[in-house]
Structure formats: C-alpha cells, structure tokens
C-alpha cells in the first residue's frame, strides 16, 4: 500500500489479519521491507506492517535533504501509524531503523506495547563525536551521488561491518546486493547526511524514562553492538540483551534463529519459565 506523509509517498507492506497483534518493522541503511522476507514467514500470528523510510526501497526520496531530519522522519511515521489506526503497536528496527524505532519510542511511549532494537544505538553521546561523524557522513554521500550506486555498493558490502556476511549462501549475497542497487543515490546521500548517526541527537537519556519491555538483539561477530546493548541494558529499566552467533544484520545471517527469539519475547515467553 502507499500512503502520504507531508507531501512523501511511503510504501508499506501489511501481511497477516487485522485481528491479530501488530509488529512495525524498521529496515536499516539501504535496505527496504524486502530485507524482512525471510523473517516474517515464521511471524504468521502477528499482523506485519514493514515500512520504507524516507530515501529507501520504493518510497520517494526528495531533492531537500531537510527532508530527511529524524523529526521529520517520526513525524511521518506517527501519521502513518495513526492513518492506519495502529494506536498500540510492536516495533522493530535493525541497524537506522534500530535508532528511529527508538527515538519514536522515546517520543512516543505511549504507543509501544515492546520494543525490540537489532545492532541499534541511542546515538553518539558528545557533540564533538556528532560534528566527527557528520563530516565522515557529508563525504560519503557526495562520493555516492558522483560516483554512483554501483560503486557504493561495492564498497559499502566490503566494510569490515559486513564481514560476516561474506560466507552466506551465494543466493542470500546477490539478494542483498540487489536490494543495495535498487535505492536512490539521492536518497542514501541525503539520509546519510540529514539522518544518520551524527545528525540525530542523542537519545541516550531518554533510556532510563523507558518503561515498556525492550529486547535488545545483537551479533556474537558484532563487538562494537554488543558493548552498546550491554551499556543500554543497564539505563533500561526492563530491558533484555540476547546475543546470536552472527554480524550485524542478525535477520539476514540467521534469520530463523532470530524471528524465533523475537517471537518468544513478543509472546511473553522467557527461558526461565
């Protein structure tokens, strides 16, 4: 379905019944739904909403990169979510939209029944550090509008990030990679710069003000997450850290693994009981 958003056409993908509980899905940087796919065959007794965000997949992606500020990007999901009458919800992001998931979280607390973050963070926590990565992010967006999707994509897939993604079946590598070839240069450029880590402000006070269940879900291949998730769980105040032997895209390296876990979670059930 498409659906505006303050002048943005968004697509989203609803699967399942209406009857049956909702989980959001987020996507990370250059993913789209399609990155979901193999997750949500083992989630049928949830009613899946798996969103484009601005930039990515089949949403527009404006010229204005202004566009692209993660207020903006709450704003429109907020409408979106009201539009479809979703007023108590899961949600789900991995990797940017592990950061989105949890800003709207913060701004929105009221509407989130659990919250689960794949390799997500609250964000950098010092204006220097934000300023740095900035920089960094204005760089690579210019490098991938003049030199093209292609050539982004052949690095971007070779980022020491991705390691553990390079023993995947050859299959699941190509589908990934063509999932990365189908976005808009404008649109990763400006998403990159209006949106990414150094633009967001840091949502690491607002962890301690979260009451609903957070599952915080990382890769063993992932160091750099998992000291985030474990710095996380402990300003939490109902948080779970599980991690998974693989990288930093847990839903795509070991996809039946991780929508089981999720599931349990969603579905109340801990290892104790």
């Known amino acids: 379905m498409e659906l505006m958003a303050d002048g943005v056409r968004y697509h989203i993908e609803v699967t399942g019944e209406e009857a049956r509980p909702v989980l959001v899905l987020l996507h990370g940087f250059t993913g789209s739904t399609a990155t979901w796919k193999m997750a949500i065959e083992n989630w049928r007794d949830y009613r899946i909403v798996a969103i484009d965000l601005i930039g990515h997949g089949q949403t527009e992606s404006p010229p204005d990169e202004s566009r692209y500020t993660m207020e903006r990007q709450l704003d429109d999901l907020d409408f979106i979510f009201k539009a ?52 960094r992010d204005a760089q690579l967006a210019t490098n991938i509008v003049d030199g093209g999707l292609e050539q982004f994509v052949e690095k971007w897939e070779n980022i020491p990030l991705f390691d553990s993604q390079k023993s995947l079946p050859e299959s699941v590598r190509k589908q990934v990679k063509q999932e990365r070839l189908a976005q808009s240069a404008v649109g990763l450029a400006n998403s990159l710069k209006s949106m990414g880590t150094g633009s967001q402000r840091s949502y690491w006070n607002c962890l301690s003000e979260l009451e609903m269940p957070v599952l915080l879900i990382t890769g063993e291949l992932d160091p750099k997450f998992c000291a985030i998730a ?44």
């Not at 948080?239 to 089981?260: D, Q, R, W």
């Open 84 to 135: 479809m009458k979703l007023e108590k919800f899961n949600l789900l992001g991995y990797s940017m939209g592990g950061r989105t998931a949890l800003a709207y979280a913060c701004e929105f607390p009221d509407r989130i029944d659990r919250l689960v973050l794949e390799s997500a963070s609250p964000g950098l926590k010092s204006e220097g550090a934000r300023e740095e990565r900035r920089d």
């Open 230 to 273: 474990r710095e996380m769980q402990e300003l939490l105040p109902n948080a779970e850290h599980c991690i998974i032997s693989a990288g930093h895209a847990i839903h795509v390296e070991k996809p039946a693994e991780f929508a089981t876990m999720v599931m349990e979670r969603l579905n109340g059930i801990n290892e104790e009981d």
